[in-house]
């Protein structure tokens, strides 16, 4: 059983389009995050979501918006695709719940979407 | 600011011959570190991860990492690596304030010769 799945695996797309990426975790996990692997293998991370609540939002377009249609989803919509956003996006989930204030808890990841912005 | 510093990009190291990945931290309070293992076209995989308590600790695959705050480091070793360790590994702090935030360093790759 897949802990935490994406798709698609791969995702190529012309300048312009508007595209989602999907996550689902099934570990009962309270929290989840989207993160950008850029071609440097640089990981950073883009929005976090703990109960379906938005918790960081980092200086990301607003041409991106996350959704978490329920707490085991994390959605991940791109609109207006430009060069710059092709990368790995990579999906993960922790138990940690809110106000337990530092991020202990094992994270765990997804296989990544490698999207490509032509 | 928080951030995490992985001197080598690249190491290459001899099948059998012992392993140590750099990683320095910067953080001003107690950190909580994180080592993740990355192999081609997968995602991240949790090796081992610090809190508090013993400053050495051990991890899967038979990896192990130390602590020591007075040099803000947590280096990752294994007495003897073997082929399949090559991959790309991370250091990761977790940041507290606010919660649900860690910050990976950028990744040191590891390539194993026979």
């Known amino acids: 059983d897949t802990a935490v799945s994406q798709t698609p695996k791969y995702l190529v797309t012309q300048m312009g389009n508007d595209k989602s990426i999907k996550c689902e975790q099934n570990?009962?996990?309270?929290?989840m995050y989207w993160y950008k692997q850029d071609s440097k293998k640089f990981l950073k991370i883009m929005f976090s979501?703990?109960?379906?609540?938005?918790?960081i939002n980092e200086t990301v377009p607003n041409r991106f918006s996350p959704k978490s249609p329920d707490k085991a989803h994390l959605n991940l919509h791109i609109n207006s695709l430009e060069l710059g956003d092709s990368a790995v996006y990579f999906c993960a989930s922790s138990q940690e719940g809110r106000g337990s204030g530092t991020s202990t808890d094992t994270q765990y990841f997804g296989p990544g979407t490698r999207l490509t912005v032509l | 600011a928080q951030s995490v510093t992985q001197p080598d990009i690249h190491i290459t190291v001899s099948e059998g011959a012992s392993l140590e990945l750099r990683c320095n931290y910067s953080y001003g309070a107690t950190p909580y570190l994180f080592w993740y293992v990355q192999s081609p076209g997968q995602g991240l995989q949790l090796l081992l991860k610090?809190?508090?308590?013993?400053?050495l600790v051990q991890g899967i695959k038979g990896f192990e990492a130390e602590f020591q705050r007075s040099q803000s480091s947590f280096n990752l070793r294994k007495p003897s690596v073997h082929w399949s360790d090559a991959a790309e590994y991370f250091c990761a702090v977790g940041a507290g304030t606010g919660g649900f935030k860690t910050i990976f360093g950028a990744g040191t790759r590891l390539f194993v010769k026979a």
């Open positions: 610090y809190f508090s308590g013993d400053t």
């Open positions: 570990l009962g996990h309270d929290t």
């Open positions: 979501y703990n109960n379906k609540e938005l918790i």
